[in-house]
């Protein structure tokens, strides 16, 4: 899944999958890593991946996530373009599909955000996005709504090639449990905090281990590149920080199984958008 930020491509991939596998906000950029998905279907397995928003890089954070969407197109058997229904191809549009590799593999117009569209202009929307690139199926969506996702599906997997079943049917991603446990925090943070603040937090999980009366500790760090930044973070009487712990410790519960002592901190690592070491440090290192 390649797009623009904020089109959707996350919560499309949480809805094929049919869980919550990759976390999704109103704020673009959200997906910073490319994040696995795993369909299993009568005699297929699709592996989605789920990419990090094309865009002009400003940052080395920036820099990073563009590589790896870009990395991802010559690793897929399928390239699925997601794009925002309501709005037209514009010059950054033209740049994404001219990014694409020279042999790329084939690809599907997600046309989403339908829902928000009248009936009657989505011919119209297609194909201005058709105009731009040879796509081998164009299907108009709402993620969201989850309209026309079985069109979706049969789409991609008409153009599958054959070939093994690379995971276990019960398996829906190969996120192991630090990684999952850092993005929900930062999406909870990303949920309660505006302006530049939620794109200069990174999260750390240090620990996660078995206490006594079935509790699990988890303590991860929140960093952030100014003390003000910090402060924001913290809140009056720390009381946005015990917002965040406490709505990230109610879905990790549902997610383990068992009762979450979840230990926050935020701690400022000055400019580490910009630090190719502090990026490493933080996981936000190309393979």
């Not at 590799?101 to 599907?108: G, I, T």
């Not at 712990?245 to 549902?254: D, F, K, S």
Request: hydrophobic content about 40%.
């Amino acid at each position: 899944m390649v797009g623009r930020p904020n089109v959707g491509k996350s919560t499309l991939v949480n809805a094929l999958v049919g869980r919550k596998v990759t976390i999704v906000s109103e704020k673009p950029q959200t997906t910073r890593n490319r994040i696995l998905g795993v369909l299993n279907g009568p005699g297929y397995q699709m592996v989605l991946l789920d990419t990090p928003g094309m865009m002009e890089p400003r940052t080395e954070l920036d820099q990073y996530m563009v590589k790896i969407a870009r990395g991802t197109l010559g690793d897929v058997d399928v390239v699925v373009l997601v794009v925002d229904g309501t709005a037209r191809p514009g010059p950054n549009e033209r740049l994404l599909v001219a990014s694409f590799p020279r042999k790329a593999p084939p690809a599907v117009l997600a046309l989403n955000k339908v829902d928000l569209l009248p009936p009657e202009k989505v011919p119209e929307a297609m194909e201005a996005y058709r105009a731009l690139y040879p796509f081998r199926h164009g299907v108009p969506i709402s993620a969201l709504a989850g309209t026309n996702l079985d069109l979706l599906r049969q789409a991609i997997y008409d153009l599958l090639p054959p070939g093994p079943r690379y995971y276990p049917e019960d398996v829906t991603t190969d996120q192991p449990d630090h990684f999952y446990v850092a993005e929900v925090v930062r999406e909870k943070v990303l949920e309660l905090v505006r302006d530049e603040v939620p794109y200069a937090v990174a999260v750390v999980v240090e620990e996660i281990a078995p206490r006594p009366n079935e509790v699990l500790y988890i303590r991860a760090y929140i960093f952030c590149e100014r003390a003000g930044q910090r402060g924001i973070l913290v809140g009056q009487n720390a009381r946005l920080l015990k917002t965040v712990g406490t709505r990230a410790r109610q879905e990790l519960e549902a997610y383990f199984g068992k009762k979450i002592y979840l230990d926050l901190w935020v701690k400022v690592r000055r400019d580490w958008r910009d630090d190719p070491s502090t990026l490493g440090q933080l996981g936000y290192r190309l393979k």
